[in-house]
């Protein structure tokens, strides 16, 4: 069955002397200047007509506005079935979540907020993207010790001396020396959590372009707060042992930004998914075979200077995306609260998806590539 979603819209009837019009309220018998022509007012349609020496609306007639139908592609209901359906992937899983969002109601917790003395945020309420991230992933539960630290570049090494006070075993230098380094790249954010359990969200607010006004940044990083919560240790880096490869752990981050804030809207959720996907979507290189080596469990070293770092964040909201298609949100978010109870990322992901990763992973590459316009 196609999917489908309604969108009503006045047609405009197109003629040599008669046209449709949306207007301020008019009435029977008040004035107007063209024969023939015609306005909607109050649900109601007037056409212009001649009385006497006068041109008058006629009596309105009820008007009911036609109906546009937009037609989407079959979505996906199992691997056996996602390349023949690779068109419906990504509306199937905006769908999903948006669905989940709208149902949800879960919120953040309370959570302490830190804001450097010069900094002033570039989202203004960061609380309700935090909300929207609670609600797609609806029912687990993110850590209520929580801390919320926001700097710009002045304030950047106020912003380290109070993440080595808060987590003085963290790498807190990572402040200064990787997200703002310099005023033109201090972007982005880092969410760390302790040996207690305790987790900091850390987001730079200097640049302030499109991502960081409409809160997916704020998303992003509070994705990662839900997804350390299920597991309650210090991440490691590079990933290792139960804990996801880091292509899941920014990819889930990268379709989460979008799918949350853009809930509403399709179109939105396709603009800007596309705008930070744009480098594989022109790259002829990334083929089938190729998505199908990037995504390696448990890669060593050597990967992480064989592929571009950003391939972890769009090529793996892809993969995300695919399973989010087929499960639901919800599926994507239990493979941590299995990792955080001890299971290996293979063995999670059969337990949730009833399928070998090693079995899923050709199916997922090739309808990946699909997408992309490649084979």
Request: charged share 20%; aromatic share 12%.
């Amino acid at each position: 069955m196609k999917r489908v979603l309604l969108w009503f819209a006045v047609i405009a009837l197109i003629g040599s002397s008669t046209s449709v019009t949306a207007s301020a309220a008019v009435k029977a018998g008040g004035a107007c200047t063209k024969v023939k022509a015609t306005t909607i007012s109050n649900g109601y349609k007037y056409t212009c007509v001649k009385s006497g020496k006068k041109l008058v609306w006629s009596k309105g007639v009820a008007f009911v506005e036609p109906v546009r139908i937009i037609k989407y592609p079959d979505a996906p209901t199992s691997f056996d079935d996602l390349i023949a359906n690779y068109k419906g992937i990504s509306y199937a899983a905006w769908s999903k979540s948006s669905a989940v969002i709208t149902a949800a109601k879960d919120i953040a917790p309370t959570y302490t907020t830190l804001t450097g003395p010069n900094t002033v945020l570039a989202y203004k309420n960061p609380v309700s993207v935090f909300n929207l991230v609670s609600r797609l992933y609806s029912g687990y539960k993110s850590s209520s010790n929580l801390t919320v630290l926001s700097f710009a570049y002045d304030d950047r090494d106020w912003a380290q001396e109070q993440m080595k006070k808060l987590q003085p075993n963290s790498t807190y230098e990572w402040i200064t020396t990787f997200a703002c380094t310099t005023r033109a790249t201090c972007w982005g954010g880092g969410v760390f959590t302790d040996e207690k359990a305790n987790v900091l969200l850390v987001l730079t607010t200097e640049i302030t372009d499109e991502n960081r006004l409409s809160g997916t940044l704020e998303a992003h990083e509070f994705t990662h707060v839900v997804q350390q919560s299920q597991i309650g240790k210090t991440q490691p880096w590079p990933t290792t042992g139960v804990w996801p490869p880091t292509w899941y752990l920014e990819g889930q981050a990268e379709f989460s930004q979008h799918a949350a804030v853009f809930y509403q809207s399709f179109d939105l959720y396709t603009k800007n998914r596309r705008l930070v996907s744009s480098e594989l979507f022109t790259d002829s290189t990334i083929t089938s075979s190729w998505i199908q080596e990037f995504f390696l469990v448990n890669p060593p070293s050597s990967w992480f200077s064989k592929y571009p770092s950003w391939r972890q964040y769009d090529l793996g909201g892809m993969l995300v995306e695919v399973l989010t298609a087929l499960k639901g949100p919800s599926s994507t978010m239990e493979m941590w609260k299995l990792a955080g109870s001890g299971l290996k990322f293979g063995d999670a992901f059969e337990k949730v998806y009833g399928i070998s990763f090693d079995k899923a992973l050709p199916i997922i590459s090739k309808a990946i590539a699909l997408e992309l316009g490649r084979s």
